[in-house]
């Protein structure tokens, strides 16, 4: 009889190693709070030339996105339209996960330690049951 995985593993190890790592990782992720500067006036990219910082806000970035897209509704062969609305696309979204900062909220030791016990612990287990079992 296969167990977890078509292997000979053990399919209850395969159930509570799955459990542990969904529980684990559960509370990791829950413990984490997100926040994001992203506006039409932050700056996403600057660079340092010269003894001068030169920076381009996400409002910036909207003037050839702007223009991309007019070129692409008036001609849709346009190369340079759809250059510069699918550049300009990229541009904010990498603008947008590039002003992401993650922030681990206060707990106790205790609350780190079974969380990172139950998500890797889990996890060894959940992999543990796709071996075959040697004799």
Known sequence: MKGAGGTE?????FFLGL???CGGFYMLFNAIT???SFGMGMGI???NAFGSSYGITSGMIMIPFIIGIGMVFYNVKSLLG???AL???AALTFGVISSIHFDLRSMSLFDLIVILVLAVGGLGL???SMRSKSN
């Open 45 to 47: 990219y600057s660079w």
């Open 126 to 128: 959940f992999l543990s």
């Open 34 to 36: 997100v926040h994001s």
């Open 9 to 13: 593993g053990g399919v209850g190890q």
């Open 19 to 21: 459990f542990m790592m």
């Open 82 to 84: 759809w250059v510069l």
């Open 87 to 89: 550049g300009s696309l």
